[in-house]
């Protein structure tokens, strides 16, 4: 099976784009209106870029009547968006906060999850998220699609602050993902979640090396 997207039809009858680049990490975002409204919605096109400065990114297509996701305006118009990580425990709140809803609503309340105050960013976490990130709005990219009239938005951004529940962290000072179980994209309606963790070293790789891929501080 192969085909050009966009210049021929998918052979197949659901498209294989989104089920090959898996897992994909949910970026779970909790933003703030400029009217007080608190957003929150996953976004399955969401990464980090680097680690210093450590920035990351999420990309919104806009919706069909060509209106900018509210997630894009609010971060752009206070400067701020929140990443909280999404769990196997707190699915079915992440996918409530899928839902189309209108740009009025407070969707921690609509998907039953408890507000807690930033440090840094205006609005509010996820309490019940065990990490999050306050991301300072660096810049916006409008990219058009295939379709007339649309535009992808993929969105910068540069963590200022790094919080993890105490629980969720190991006597060696790793966070204990397994305890943590993310969730992750698998494409179509499909997700998956992380219950094992195996380690692999670079071999001849030096010190510095394998601290900084490690991670160490």
Not at 22 to 48: C, E, F
Not at 51 to 60: E, K, N, Q, R, T
Not at 124 to 135: G, H, K, L, T
Not at 168 to 184: C, E, F, S, V, Y
């Amino acid at each position: 099976m192969e085909y050009a997207p966009g210049h021929e039809p998918c052979p197949l009858p659901f498209s294989p784009f989104k089920s090959c680049t898996v897992p994909r990490p949910i970026g779970w975002l909790s933003t703030i209106s400029k009217d007080g409204v608190h957003n929150l919605a996953p976004y399955s096109q969401w990464q980090n870029l680097t680690y210093d400065p450590p920035m990351v990114m999420f990309a919104a297509n806009q919706h069909a009547d060509g209106r900018r996701k509210d997630t894009v305006v609010n971060a752009e118009e206070t400067g701020w968006f929140v990443w909280n990580m999404a769990t196997w425990d707190l699915r079915e709140a992440v996918n409530i906060s899928a839902m189309a809803v209108t740009s009025d609503v407070d969707e921690f309340e609509r998907a039953g999850v408890t507000k807690a105050a930033c440090t840094e960013a205006p609005g509010a976490y996820v309490a019940e998220s065990p990490a999050q990130f306050e991301c300072r709005h660096i810049a916006t990219h409008r990219l058009p699609e295939d379709t007339p009239g649309g535009f992808v938005d993929v969105v910068y951004g540069r963590v200022e602050r790094i919080r993890v529940d105490d629980a969720m962290i190991q006597p060696d000072g790793k966070m204990d993902i397994a305890k943590i179980q993310p969730i992750a994209r698998m494409g179509y309606y499909d997700y998956t979640v992380v219950r094992e963790v195996f380690e692999m070293r670079i071999p001849g790789a030096s010190q510095a090396e394998a601290d900084g891929l490690e991670g160490k501080s």
